[in-house]
């Protein structure tokens, strides 16, 4: 496969219940990306990994675990989500760099197909 | 705060018609993008506009870039029922060791026959 990766692609779950995200990238790419989609709000990020480091985790509640064994591989634990939890859950990733002061590159962010998530 | 408006956020347009979605952001960034979303279906890089008067034409879309202005802009040329998405732009800034994207709300632009 090519590409970024996500599996489950649908997944149902009631709020006691604990699931995992998958995420898979082929591209050779350091840095990877959990994101949220919601119907009525913009894209929003949730966990940043940079060499398998966990560099951001903005705000998001504990009842998400991100995990990042390697460089292609970004995990998303859920345990006793809510209802509003309901989402499409995107995966990036982007090539990634060394130190904070490289500014050169592109540094798209490639996208996976997504988790469609919801919890009853 | 970085604060990223689109609009407009609705667009339906007749086939073969022109039209332009904006992009406003609040904070000076070093780079710009724009992803295309079809339904159900993840986003798709588009562009990337990297400083100020950039300009990228693929097919009948182009994008430009006015830093100062912190304004972007995505035209559409003789729109074709094929354009039909929800189109998102991006603004990239430098956060640790890794650049976080800062989306706009997204424009779903329908195209009429």
């Known amino acids: 496969e090519t590409g970024v990766t996500q599996t489950p692609r649908h997944l149902v779950m009631g709020m006691t219940n604990k699931k995992s995200l998958k995420c898979e990238q082929h591209?050779?790419?350091?840095?990877m990306y959990w994101y949220k989609q919601s119907a009525k709000k913009p894209l929003e990020l949730m966990f940043v990994?940079?060499?398998?480091?966990?560099?951001e985790n903005n705000s998001v509640p504990s009842r998400f675990s991100p995990e990042c064994p390697n460089s292609s591989h970004l995990f998303l634990h859920l345990h006793t989500l809510q209802p509003e939890d309901s989402a499409l859950y995107l995966c990036?990733?982007?090539?990634?760099?060394?130190?904070?002061?490289?500014?050169?590159?592109?540094?798209?962010?490639?996208f996976g197909p997504g988790t469609r998530l919801l919890v009853l | 705060e970085l604060k990223v408006e689109q609009n407009p956020l609705f667009l339906s347009m007749q086939e073969g018609k022109n039209y332009t979605i904006y992009c406003n952001y609040s904070?000076?960034?070093?780079?710009l993008y724009w992803y295309r979303q079809d339904p159900g279906k993840s986003l798709e890089s588009l562009f990337v506009?990297?400083?100020?008067?950039a300009v990228k034409q693929e097919g009948r879309l182009m994008a430009s870039l006015d830093t100062k202005a912190r304004l972007s802009t995505l035209h559409i040329t003789a729109a074709v029922h094929d354009l039909s998405a929800t189109y998102f732009c991006?603004?990239?800034?430098?956060?640790?060791?890794?650049?976080?994207?800062?989306f706009g709300s997204g424009t779903q632009l329908t195209v009429l026959p």
């Open positions: 990036a990733s982007s090539p990634g760099y060394y130190s904070p002061r490289w500014r050169g590159g592109q540094e798209t962010q490639y």
């Open positions: 591209l050779g790419h350091n840095a």
């Open positions: 990994y940079n060499f398998k480091e966990q560099t």
């Open positions: 904070t000076t960034s070093d780079r």
């Open positions: 506009l990297l400083s100020n008067g």
């Open positions: 991006a603004v990239a800034i430098s956060s640790g060791s890794a650049r976080q994207l800062t």
